[in-house]
């Protein structure tokens, strides 16, 4: 395609002449100030730049940050007075007490194991394998546990991306897909853990009751052994009073309840594995009992018998399924979220969810598999019970195995205790009490789950509610955020979470209620995953997990896996759980809660601000979903095609990118033009915006384009423009300094990318033809992939060298290997480390290791700043592989940088540069030229390095000068990308 003219000024080397005003020889007495100053002098007193610090990206409310110097302060170059901002959260009283943080043992794997093993693994787990037999058996328990891991991973993802507070899952959904799901699986999650509460108390309860049937002739205390209902209410309520008051005497004491209650569970499922090496009798049953009932021990023909299924009609009277069976058994590895609600009493959440979490599924995994496999050896799957039959030594009676109608009918003839077969695993809940040895401890092994369920319940569900309450999602619900003590425990929440617990408690039937809780917690896990496929499609740069083992497809995977088993598993209540969501994330649609927490749902709406722009307009800023939208001055793209490269790698598939040519007011005709540069854009695979601003001054046609640009929020925050390397031409200069300062006045971030051969070539460029191969074997259909090839010749006509060519794709076809060093000398808004994170996730730069250099104060704070740079970069998930403090930054540069400099100054047209401009900025013009210093000592051999651009200051410094400094600094480097933020923060480590 034809190309257009070239925009004039910022590549071309024109002739230099000597200034003749700084000599390194002249005499101390009319320039002895020049670079001499007080030698112990700390860097904090020569500027009021800010280096990296913590502290400055604590506040999440907004971007802007006030420790960090302001722009304008920057810019007029002193600190101003603020005024302090009233703290957002009140006059909060002071909490008193012990603060009690859990560690990933005690704190998450400890109530993962507790809530896992439930009662199911004593009461259920041989129901299972009964009925589905080993194959099926163990495939129910695996397929379970995928479920549960592929949601572990998810959550692990979203709990490492960021310090998560209190509320558990609720606060990670919330916070990666916005309030609105967020707020319906808080109320959710809340209603169904205080169901839980009633239905693991009554639990305990039954299980109490046929312990003491097992013991004595109790008959009950108002009712009778088979209707034990009002029994169950009566001891029900002070056990769930006690666990009231257990709850609001502290974490301390629920884990020390909790810990010994594991100790029961560790113990009852020790004697069940010694009982399976005790042939005879147990303390529980006699041997005739035992084996009639279907203990047969460890046997190859049991197991033969009980590989595959025998599914047998229900309580319900239809016959039972693998589906059947796969939602029995799910309930009992719902459990993954006990230590994640507490995320607000962890040290270190983003540690102690995915290590204690994962640990616990693969824990009880493997227990869950082992004691399957030994039900399989151990008990038949069916046992009439009648001892007659285990001692039949004459023959006459059947085998106890043995469940056909004419046995059956046999059993009836010769009247016999059991006439049909109601024991063996597919029948008799009790089986675990006749493998174990006592018998006993199994029942203390139903109290240790059903009791450390419910005090989970208990805890968990009020910190969800005091979360959501914090949030002030729904009206009046800000009641509940109220905390108490040290750890702000939710005394109001727990009275809540008890009073819905007793009235459950009271209405004593809960299977469908639980069914439902079950649902709750399938919509959770569901969403849960969502949040992860949703965060990483949106491609935003907040989203930085620092857990790596997750795939957005395998959560995807696993969302639709637990939606479909909501319905597969129960229809009308995975309708009724999906009405209750929807009704919930109507209101909040309805209501348009003030919340402002950077999640994937916000970023989406900025991808598709093209067709939602309206949609873009009512979202507010947050740090979370910044990206750069670059503002190009590019001239004609194709004369600059190595700037346009690199801007297309910060913006590609995530960012605007707009790019700017500048042209004088007399080339009016441009529809022509403007339609060959999009054909050249969209044949180069660029999707960029071009824009043309019709100016013959170039500071003030950008100053047209970047306050014209854009339209809302889909504006650029970042201008990005090459080197100007014309040295002669002091109004060119002028301008383009002029270009800078109006930019960083619009509160624009700024980049200036500096290439060692330049970045335009439409000198050397006189035509381009572009091959696109289409990659897509379907005919007829338009690809999206595609190879694209350029063939560049000369002005003469012929192809221009391959060093040329290879100059020019720099940054699109080479793929480097080496270090990306940046910079990072004072403090904007992270703005100089969140480019090449970018950078890194680009094929072209992906193997590059990244070093960060800052600058200290002081020479003595060397150690505790390199610790402090190296923590921060870790909180904010950025990999790095070294960091470097420069102390001395203050030090005299070396004389020979000097005479360097003071060479590259005479090639400025004269009066450009005063001696009182030189006096004035001693300072500065040291601090550069020993960063230059440290640039060539430490740099030369980077891919790129990233540097923070001085700050150019209206009145203070000449333009001529201030080019110098960033001549100096980048000469004879490998490509360097000046870049400076605009003081707002760009990087936070919160979630």
Same mark, same amino acid.
């Given at each position: 395609?034809?190309?257009?003219?070239?925009?004039?000024?910022?590549?071309?080397?024109?002739?230099?002449?000597?200034?003749?005003?700084?000599?390194?020889?002249?005499?101390?007495?009319?320039?002895?100030?020049?670079?001499?100053?007080?030698?112990?002098?700390?860097?904090?007193?020569?500027?009021?730049?800010?280096?990296?610090?913590?502290?400055?990206?604590?506040?999440?409310?907004?971007?802007?940050?006030?420790?960090?110097?302001?722009?304008?302060?920057?810019?007029?170059?002193?600190?101003?007075?603020?005024?302090?901002?009233?703290?957002?959260?009140?006059?909060?009283?002071?909490?008193?007490?012990?603060?009690?943080?859990?560690?990933?043992?005690?704190?998450?794997?400890?109530?993962?194991?507790?809530?896992?093993?439930?009662?199911?693994?004593?009461?259920?787990?041989?129901?299972?394998?009964?009925?589905?037999?080993?194959?099926?058996?163990?495939?129910?328990?695996?397929?379970?546990?995928?479920?549960?891991?592929?949601?572990?991973?998810?959550?692990?993802?979203?709990?490492?991306?960021?310090?998560?507070?209190?509320?558990?899952?609720?606060?990670?959904?919330?916070?990666?897909?916005?309030?609105?799901?967020?707020?319906?699986?808080?109320?959710?999650?809340?209603?169904?853990?205080?169901?839980?509460?009633?239905?693991?108390?009554?639990?305990?309860?039954?299980?109490?009751?046929?312990?003491?049937?097992?013991?004595?002739?109790?008959?009950?205390?108002?009712?009778?052994?088979?209707?034990?209902?009002?029994?169950?209410?009566?001891?029900?309520?002070?056990?769930?009073?006690?666990?009231?008051?257990?709850?609001?005497?502290?974490?301390?004491?629920?884990?020390?309840v909790q810990k010994l209650l594991l100790l029961m569970l560790i113990l009852a499922q020790i004697d069940m594995l010694v009982g399976t090496f005790l042939p005879k009798e147990n303390a529980y049953a006699s041997d005739e009992e035992r084996h009639a009932k279907g203990f047969t021990g460890w046997s190859v023909d049991t197991a033969k018998d009980n590989v595959y299924d025998d599914y047998l009609i229900g309580d319900s009277g239809q016959r039972e399924d693998f589906m059947s069976v796969f939602g029995v058994f799910f309930t009992a590895v719902t459990g993954i979220v006990a230590g994640a609600n507490l995320s607000g009493d962890l040290k270190d959440p983003g540690l102690a969810i995915p290590k204690g979490t994962l640990l616990a599924i693969g824990f009880t995994y493997v227990t869950y598999i082992i004691f399957g496999i030994m039900v399989g050896f151990n008990f038949v799957k069916q046992a009439s019970g009648n001892t007659?039959?285990?001692?039949?030594?004459?023959?006459?009676?059947?085998?106890?195995?043995?469940?056909?109608?004419?046995?059956?009918?046999?059993?009836?003839?010769?009247?016999?205790?059991?006439?049909?077969?109601?024991?063996?695993?597919?029948?008799?809940?009790?089986?675990?009490?006749?493998?174990?040895?006592?018998?006993?401890?199994?029942?203390?092994?139903?109290?240790?789950?059903?009791?450390?369920?419910?005090?989970?319940?208990?805890?968990?569900?009020?910190?969800?509610?005091?979360?959501?309450?914090?949030?002030?999602?729904?009206?009046?619900?800000?009641?509940?955020?109220?905390?108490?003590?040290?750890?702000?425990?939710?005394?109001?929440?727990?009275?809540?979470?008890?009073?819905?617990?007793?009235?459950?408690?009271?209405?004593?039937?809960?299977?469908?209620?639980?069914?439902?809780?079950?649902?709750?917690?399938?919509?959770?896990?569901?969403?849960?995953?969502?949040?992860?496929?949703?965060?990483?499609?949106?491609?935003?740069?907040?989203?930085?997990?620092?857990?790596?083992?997750?795939?957005?497809?395998?959560?995807?995977?696993?969302?639709?896996?637990?939606?479909?088993?909501?319905?597969?598993?129960?229809?009308?209540?995975?309708?009724?759980?999906?009405?209750?969501?929807?009704?919930?994330?109507?209101?909040?649609?309805?209501?348009?809660?003030?919340?402002?927490?950077?999640?994937?749902?916000?970023?989406?709406?900025?991808?598709?601000?093209?067709?939602?722009?309206?949609?873009?307009?009512?979202?507010?800023?947050?740090?979370?979903?910044?990206?750069?939208?670059?503002?190009?001055?590019?001239?004609?793209?194709?004369?600059?095609?190595?700037?346009?490269?690199?801007?297309?790698?910060?913006?590609?598939?995530?960012?605007?990118?707009?790019?700017?040519?500048?042209?004088?007011?007399?080339?009016?005709?441009?529809?022509?033009?403007?339609?060959?540069?999009?054909?050249?854009?969209?044949?180069?695979?660029?999707?960029?915006?071009?824009?043309?601003?019709? +100016?013959? /001054?170039?500071?003030? @046609? #950008?100053?047209?384009?970047?306050? %014209?640009?854009?339209? &809302?929020? =889909?504006?650029?925050?970042?201008?990005?423009?090459?080197?100007?390397?014309?040295?002669?031409?002091?109004?060119?200069?002028?301008?383009?300094?002029?270009?800078?300062?109006?930019?960083?006045?619009?509160?624009?971030?700024?980049?200036?990318?500096?290439?060692?051969?330049?970045?335009?070539?439409?000198?050397?460029?006189?035509?381009?033809?572009?091959?696109?191969?289409?990659?897509?074997?379907?005919?007829?259909?338009?690809?999206?992939?595609?190879?694209?090839?350029?063939?560049?010749?000369?002005?003469?006509?012929?192809?221009?060298?391959?060093?040329?060519?290879?100059?020019?794709?720099?940054? +699109?076809? /080479?793929?480097?290997? @080496? #270090?990306?060093?940046?910079?990072? %000398?004072?403090?904007? &808004?992270? =703005?100089?480390?969140?480019?090449?994170?970018?950078?890194?996730?680009?094929?072209?730069?992906?193997?590059?290791?990244?070093?960060?250099?800052?600058?200290?104060?002081?020479?003595?704070?060397?150690?505790?700043?390199?610790?402090?740079?190296?923590?921060?970069?870790?909180?904010?998930?950025?990999?790095?592989?070294?960091?470097?403090?420069?102390?001395?930054?203050?030090?005299?540069?070396?004389?020979?940088?000097?005479?360097?400099?003071?060479?590259?100054?005479?090639?400025?047209?004269?009066?450009?540069?005063?001696?009182?401009?030189?006096?004035?900025?001693?300072?500065?013009?040291?601090?550069?030229?020993?960063?230059?210093?440290?640039?060539?000592?430490?740099?030369?051999?980077?891919?790129?390095?990233?540097?923070?651009?001085?700050?150019?200051?209206?009145?203070?410094?000449?333009?001529?000068?201030?080019?110098?400094?960033?001549?100096?600094?980048?000469?004879?480097?490998?490509?360097?990308?000046?870049?400076?933020?605009?003081?707002?923060?760009?990087?936070?480590?919160?979630?």
């Amino acid at each position: 395609m034809p190309l257009g003219e070239k925009n004039g000024g910022y590549e071309d080397d024109g002739p230099q002449r000597s200034a003749g005003f700084l000599s390194v020889n002249q005499q101390p007495a009319a320039y002895g100030n020049t670079y001499v100053y007080e030698p112990d002098k700390s860097l904090s007193r020569m500027t009021v730049e800010a280096l990296p610090s913590e502290e400055h990206y604590r506040k999440l409310s907004s971007i802007h940050v006030d420790q960090r110097p302001t722009m304008e302060e920057l810019m007029v170059g002193e600190k101003m007075h603020k005024i302090e901002e009233e703290n957002e959260a009140g006059d909060m009283p002071k909490l008193s007490g012990k603060v009690v943080k859990f560690g990933w043992i005690e704190g998450v794997f400890m109530r993962c194991l507790l809530n896992i093993w439930g009662v199911m693994l004593f009461l259920r787990l041989t129901w299972v394998i009964g009925q589905a037999g080993l194959i099926q058996g163990l495939l129910v328990i695996t397929l379970c546990n995928v479920v549960t891991g592929v949601t572990a991973l998810s959550m692990s993802a979203v709990a490492t991306n960021g310090q998560i507070a209190s509320g558990g899952v609720y606060y990670m959904i919330s916070r990666a897909l916005g309030p609105e799901f967020g707020g319906a699986i808080g109320i959710m999650f809340t209603v169904a853990n205080s169901i839980s509460v009633a239905t693991y108390t009554l639990g305990f309860c039954d299980n109490l009751f046929d312990l003491i049937y097992d013991l004595s002739d109790f008959q009950g205390i108002v009712a009778d052994r088979e209707n034990r209902l009002n029994d169950l209410r009566i001891i029900g309520t002070p056990v769930l009073i006690l666990i009231l008051v257990l709850a609001v005497i502290g974490m301390e004491w629920v884990t020390r309840v909790q810990k010994l209650l594991l100790l029961m569970l560790i113990l009852a499922q020790i004697d069940m594995l010694v009982g399976t090496f005790l042939p005879k009798e147990n303390a529980y049953a006699s041997d005739e009992e035992r084996h009639a009932k279907g203990f047969t021990g460890w046997s190859v023909d049991t197991a033969k018998d009980n590989v595959y299924d025998d599914y047998l009609i229900g309580d319900s009277g239809q016959r039972e399924d693998f589906m059947s069976v796969f939602g029995v058994f799910f309930t009992a590895v719902t459990g993954i979220v006990a230590g994640a609600n507490l995320s607000g009493d962890l040290k270190d959440p983003g540690l102690a969810i995915p290590k204690g979490t994962l640990l616990a599924i693969g824990f009880t995994y493997v227990t869950y598999i082992i004691f399957g496999i030994m039900v399989g050896f151990n008990f038949v799957k069916q046992a009439s019970g009648n001892t007659e039959e285990y001692l039949n030594t004459s023959g006459v009676y059947p085998d106890i195995a043995n469940c056909t109608d004419a046995a059956n009918a046999e059993r009836v003839r010769l009247n016999l205790t059991y006439t049909s077969c109601g024991f063996g695993s597919a029948h008799d809940q009790k089986v675990m009490t006749y493998i174990s040895g006592t018998g006993y401890l199994v029942y203390l092994g139903c109290y240790g789950a059903t009791l450390s369920s419910a005090i989970a319940s208990l805890v968990g569900a009020p910190r969800v509610l005091q979360a959501v309450g914090k949030d002030k999602l729904y009206p009046k619900i800000d009641f509940f955020a109220k905390g108490n003590g040290a750890n702000n425990d939710p005394f109001r929440g727990y009275i809540l979470v008890f009073l819905i617990a007793f009235g459950c408690l009271m209405i004593g039937e809960l299977n469908a209620i639980g069914k439902l809780a079950s649902n709750f917690f399938l919509a959770a896990y569901a969403l849960m995953n969502l949040s992860v496929f949703h965060s990483s499609m949106t491609k935003s740069p907040g989203w930085r997990p620092s857990f790596k083992f997750y795939n957005p497809w395998v959560s995807l995977a696993g969302c639709i896996v637990c939606i479909a088993l909501m319905f597969l598993i129960d229809l009308i209540l995975a309708i009724s759980t999906i009405a209750a969501v929807a009704i919930l994330y109507g209101f909040m649609v309805y209501l348009k809660p003030e919340s402002n927490w950077g999640s994937s749902a916000e970023a989406l709406v900025f991808l598709n601000a093209l067709n939602n722009t309206h949609s873009l307009n009512e979202l507010k800023d947050h740090v979370k979903t910044y990206r750069p939208k670059i503002l190009l001055l590019s001239g004609n793209p194709a004369h600059r095609q190595p700037l346009l490269d690199f801007a297309n790698l910060l913006t590609k598939k995530m960012s605007l990118l707009i790019c700017a040519h500048i042209m004088p007011e007399k080339e009016q005709d441009t529809e022509a033009f403007k339609e060959n540069i999009q054909a050249w854009l969209r044949d180069h695979g660029i999707k960029s915006f071009y824009a043309i601003s019709h +100016n013959d /001054s170039f500071s003030q @046609g #950008v100053k047209n384009a970047i306050s %014209l640009a854009g339209l &809302g929020k =889909l504006s650029p925050n970042m201008v990005l423009m090459g080197y100007n390397s014309n040295k002669d031409d002091i109004n060119n200069i002028n301008e383009y300094f002029d270009s800078l300062l109006f930019s960083f006045e619009k509160k624009m971030a700024v980049g200036i990318l500096k290439l060692p051969n330049g970045t335009d070539y439409s000198s050397q460029v006189g035509s381009e033809e572009t091959i696109i191969e289409n990659l897509n074997s379907n005919k007829g259909k338009e690809s999206k992939r595609a190879n694209i090839e350029a063939i560049y010749r000369g002005v003469d006509g012929k192809p221009l060298p391959k060093s040329v060519v290879d100059e020019i794709q720099q940054f +699109n076809k /080479s793929k480097r290997e @080496g #270090v990306i060093d940046v910079w990072w %000398l004072f403090d904007d &808004g992270g =703005l100089a480390l969140l480019l090449p994170y970018i950078l890194k996730t680009r094929k072209q730069f992906a193997d590059c290791k990244l070093r960060v250099f800052s600058l200290s104060n002081r020479p003595e704070d060397f150690d505790e700043n390199t610790r402090n740079l190296a923590n921060l970069l870790a909180k904010f998930r950025i990999e790095f592989s070294e960091v470097l403090i420069i102390p001395d930054i203050t030090k005299k540069a070396k004389p020979e940088t000097k005479a360097e400099f003071e060479k590259l100054l005479a090639g400025y047209p004269l009066g450009s540069i005063q001696p009182s401009d030189i006096a004035a900025n001693s300072e500065r013009t040291n601090r550069h030229l020993r960063t230059a210093e440290l640039l060539r000592e430490k740099s030369m051999a980077s891919e790129l390095i990233i540097l923070t651009l001085p700050l150019p200051r209206r009145g203070q410094c000449p333009p001529a000068m201030y080019m110098a400094w960033l001549d100096i600094m980048a000469k004879g480097l490998p490509p360097v990308l000046f870049t400076r933020g605009n003081q707002t923060s760009v990087l936070t480590y919160y979630s």
